[in-house]
């Protein structure tokens, strides 16, 4: 794999993660707000799928419910 293929995919894997960490952050505004379905809803996002390989955030995992 070139250096750039090796570049774009930490770029990629980087942004993934600050999305997550994003969601997380939102999915708390809603606990904080008392919706709780709003929140389970995002943190869905966060977590990895068949469709995305996301990486895995404590934070998403462990919801402070």
């Known amino acids: 794999i ?3 293929a090796v570049r774009i995919e930490q770029e990629y894997e980087n ?3 600050n ?5 997380t ?4 505004n809603c606990l904080d707000r008392n919706d ?3 929140a389970m809803e995002i943190l ?4 990895p ?3 995305q390989n996301r990486p895995v955030l404590p ?3 462990n919801p402070r419910f």
């Open 2 to 4: 070139s250096r750039q």
């Open 15 to 17: 942004a993934l993660y």
């Open 19 to 23: 999305e997550s960490l994003f969601l």
């Open 25 to 28: 952050e939102q999915a708390q």
């Open 36 to 38: 709780p379905m709003g």
């Open 44 to 47: 869905l996002q966060a977590l």
């Open 49 to 51: 799928s068949q469709m």
């Open 59 to 61: 934070e998403a995992e």
